[in-house]
């Protein structure tokens, strides 16, 4: 399930989206299938019937000419079809990834059209990716807007898996009055 306000929110705020808020009355976010056998966009979004939005999380700054001009020209071949009237692509990162200048100069030399967009963002501000590490970022904030304890670790958060067990068995021993 996806919360289509997040998505509203983010579709206007971070990729600058001005489409009439009645567009905004159908949004549709689905996991998509391959491309081609190397390219999977974490997410296809339609707004409305209007925009297309792919979403791809780029982890190797060696990947980017090709996963870029593929996805490219996949969102304007589908974008045409289906008649919208833009398409936006949003590249994932991590935050110590810094691919935008290169993501650019690939763009700019794709010769696409003016109603096609690149937006790189930092993965952890992308509001759909609930299934994951998201789910916790997005929960610890509700939970503190709310006034409840909310603990978010995440793997890399430990040095080892037993630290990570040690953790996970001090946390439960603590809320079940163990200790």
């Known amino acids: 399930m996806t919360d289509n306000k997040a998505i509203k929110e983010f579709v206007r705020n971070t990729l600058g989206c001005n489409c009439p808020e009645e567009v905004f009355q159908y949004i549709d976010c689905r996991t998509v299938v391959n491309i ?13 019937n209007r925009l297309l939005i792919f979403a791809a999380a780029i982890d190797e700054v060696d990947s980017l000419k090709p996963v870029l001009s593929n996805l490219v020209r996949a969102g304007i071949k589908k974008r045409d079809e289906k008649k919208f009237n833009r398409f936006r692509l949003v590249l994932l990162t991590a935050p110590d990834i810094d691919i935008a200048e290169q993501a650019s100069e690939i763009f700019s030399s794709l010769a696409a059209d003016e109603k096609v967009h690149l937006h790189v963002i930092n993965k952890d501000d992308f509001p759909v990716n609930l299934h994951h590490p998201n789910f916790g970022k997005h929960l610890k904030k509700a939970m503190d807007a709310l006034g ?17 067990y040690t953790d996970q068995v001090q946390f439960l021993k603590k809320h079940f009055g163990i200790q």
């Open 148 to 164: 409840i304890e909310c603990v978010r670790k995440m793997d890399t958060d430990f040095k080892s898996r037993n630290e990570q």
């Open 36 to 48: 081609d056998e190397n390219i999977v966009p974490a997410y296809e979004i339609n707004i409305g």
